[in-house]
């Protein structure tokens, strides 16, 4: 099942309860900021989850606009529920987002650090196209990387 979630507890919890997803969502400078995001409000994004029969969310995704249009995503797939279901996991999650959210939103983007291979070529298995890359920006491990930019289109708008 998919569903908005709004339980901030909720979500720092399986967010930063993670040292992976931590690793992964920050860089040498926001290392030092996830106590202060983690004491502050992340409902500022949409948060949209997929719980299993069992009950526990096996992946999020974060929606922050970035325009009128465009909406930055981010989907969270703690390791121990990276198996043979996490793509149709998000794909349930992406179909949420597509038919649910407001429909001014025609994009989904994304900013993906190149060292994370993985995430690139999964976001392109749900559609997303890579659009461009900004040289040298994610600091990590003491290591510059580029992040790159990816988006999918959510629907058209017809005037």
Same mark, same amino acid.
Request: with cysteine.
């Given at each position: 099942?998919?569903?908005?979630?709004?339980?901030?507890?909720?979500? =720092?919890?399986? +967010?930063?309860?993670?040292?992976?997803?931590? *690793?992964?969502? %920050?860089?040498?400078?926001?290392? $030092?900021? !996830? /106590?202060?995001?983690?004491?502050?409000?992340?409902?500022?994004?949409?948060?949209?989850?997929?719980?299993?029969?069992?009950?526990?969310?096996?992946?999020?995704?974060?929606?922050?606009?970035?325009?009128?249009?465009?909406? =930055?995503?981010? +989907?969270?797939?703690?390791?121990?529920?990276? *198996?043979?279901? %996490?793509?149709?996991?998000?794909? $349930?999650? !992406? /179909?949420?987002?597509?038919?649910?959210?407001?429909?001014?939103?025609?994009?989904?983007?994304?900013?993906?650090?190149?060292?994370?291979?993985?995430?690139?070529?999964?976001?392109?298995?749900?559609?997303?196209?890579?659009?461009?890359?900004?040289?040298?920006?994610?600091?990590?491990?003491?290591?510059?990387?580029?992040?790159?930019?990816?988006?999918?289109?959510?629907?058209?708008?017809?005037?």
């Amino acid at each position: 099942m998919v569903k908005i979630v709004t339980d901030k507890g909720f979500i =720092n919890s399986f +967010i930063f309860d993670d040292p992976e997803l931590v *690793d992964r969502l %920050t860089d040498d400078y926001t290392v $030092d900021d !996830v /106590e202060r995001v983690r004491k502050g409000d992340p409902l500022t994004s949409i948060w949209v989850g997929y719980f299993g029969d069992d009950g526990v969310c096996k992946a999020m995704a974060s929606l922050d606009k970035e325009t009128s249009t465009i909406m =930055n995503m981010h +989907i969270n797939v703690p390791k121990q529920f990276r *198996d043979g279901n %996490t793509y149709s996991r998000v794909i $349930d999650i !992406v /179909e949420f987002i597509e038919k649910n959210i407001d429909k001014q939103f025609i994009k989904l983007n994304a900013k993906i650090p190149s060292k994370y291979q993985d995430v690139i070529a999964f976001a392109k298995k749900f559609g997303f196209v890579q659009y461009g890359i900004d040289k040298g920006v994610h600091l990590k491990g003491g290591k510059l990387y580029d992040r790159v930019f990816m988006s999918k289109r959510i629907r058209r708008i017809h005037k």
